[in-house]
C-alpha cells in the first residue's frame, strides 16, 4: 500500500476510534479522500478515452485485472449505496441526479458480477467524463454526510430491515460474485463502513487503477522514438514509470498534466510546426513555451539537450545521457546540467 496513504489511513482510525479525538480522525478521513480523489482526476484529465477500457492484467488475481472505467464506476457505485441507502436513508446520487442515462451504464449494480470479456464491453460503453461527474458527485455528498456524523453514531447497525431494502434496490446483482455484498455491509456498524467502502476500499482500487496506467504507458512506449520533443530523454527520464512519452496519447509530462487540454506545449507546438523536435526549431534558444518557461528549473537543462541533439544527432545523445547516469547518481537533468543551457550543453559534450 502506498505509504503515505497507508499512514493516513491508519492515523484516522485511531482517531476515529476516541470521542476526544473524534473530529480529528474525520478531518483526516476527508483529506485522504481528497488525496485518493486526486489521483481519479489526474487519470480522467490526461488519459485517452481507449485506455479506460483497456486489461492489461487481464485474468491476473487481484483488483488490477480490471479496468480504468470500471474501478471508477465500482468505488462510487459502492459508496452511493453504502452512504446514501444505508447511513443517511436517502436517493441514490445515480438515481437523483440522473445519471444512469448520461453515463451509459447498462447496469446500476455495483459492478461485482462482470469478469473478462464483459467488464471490457461494460468499459467501453461508459461515458467517462459523465462518469467522473458522478464519482465526483458521490464523493462531495458522501464527504457532506461524514461531516455531519458524531461520535455516537458510529456504534449503529443495520439490521434484517436493510437487508431486505437492498436487496429491492437491485443494485447488487444476485450472482455469487456479488451478492455476498449485503450480507458484509450489514454486518458492520457505522464505523466499520468508514474503514470499508469510505476509506481502504479506494485506495484498494486506485492502487489498482495506478498500476493498470503505468502499464499502459509502458505499453504505449514500446517501439516508440524515446527523445521527447522538448529534449529529454523518455528512456532516462524519472517520469517515464508512469508517463507513456509525448510522442503517444499516453503523455503524463508535468506540462501536459498542467495543461488544460492535457496536452504538452512543446508536443503540441512541434506537430503544428511538422517538425521532428523542440531542437528542430530555430526559436529554440529564446523559445519560452512550456518546459522552457522562465520559472520552470529545468527549463535551460531540457534547451541543453535539445541543443546537444541539433549538434549530434539523438543516437549520439542517448549515449551521452547512459554516460551520464553511469557518473551521476540524479533523477532531474538540472541537478546535473545547471541552470545555464550553454554550460549544460558543455557538460554533456565533456561526459
Ligand atoms: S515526462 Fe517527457 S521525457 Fe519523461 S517520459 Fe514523459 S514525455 Fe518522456
Ligand atoms: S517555438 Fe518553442 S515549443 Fe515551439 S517548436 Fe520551437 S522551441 Fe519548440
Known sequence: M????????????????????????MEKLLALRESL?????????????????????????????????????????????????????ERQVLF?????????????????????????????????????RYAREVMQSTDRLLTRLQYSDLKRRFG?????????????????????????????DVLGLIRMPFSRHWIMHIEAMRRIKNKLCKLARKGVDPVAYCGFSCNHCFLSAWCGSCRTAYNVCSFATASPDGKCPNAVCCREKGIDGCYACDSLEACEKGFYTPSNDGANAAKAQALYIRKHGKKEFLK????????????????????????????????
Not at 160 to 188: F, H, N, P, Q
Request: charged residues 30%; aromatic residues 12%.
Open 2 to 25: 502506498d505509504k503515505d496513504w497507508a499512514e493516513m489511513n491508519k492515523e484516522m482510525q485511531v482517531l476515529l476510534s476516541k470521542e476526544a479525538t473524534f473530529t480529528e480522525g
Open 37 to 89: 480523489f486526486g489521483q481519479i482526476t489526474q487519470i480522467v484529465d490526461t488519459f485517452p478515452e481507449e485506455a479506460f477500457y483497456q486489461m492489461p492484467f487481464a485474468g491476473a488475481d487481484g483488483y488490477h485485472s480490471k479496468t480504468l472505467a470500471y474501478s471508477i464506476w465500482h468505488i462510487f457505485r459502492i459508496e452511493d449505496i453504502v452512504a446514501h441507502e444505508m447511513i443517511a436513508q
Open 96 to 132: 437523483d441526479g440522473g445519471f444512469s442515462e448520461t453515463v451509459h451504464s447498462p447496469i446500476i449494480t455495483t459492478g461485482n458480477e462482470l469478469s473478462g470479456d464483459e467488464l471490457a464491453e461494460f468499459s467501453k460503453r461508459l461515458d467517462i467524463k459523465q462518469l467522473y
Open 160 to 188: 434484517d430491515e436493510m437487508i431486505e431494502k437492498l436487496r429491492r434496490t437491485g443494485c447488487v446483482s444476485e450472482d455469487e460474485k456479488a451478492s455476498w455484498l449485503i450480507g458484509y455491509w450489514c454486518g458492520k
Open 320 to 351: 551521452a545521457h547512459d554516460r551520464l547516469h553511469e557518473k551521476y547518481d540524479f533523477a532531474k537533468t538540472q541537478e546535473i546540467l545547471g541552470q545555464d543551457y550553454c554550460e549544460g550543453l558543455k557538460i554533456l559534450e565533456d561526459i
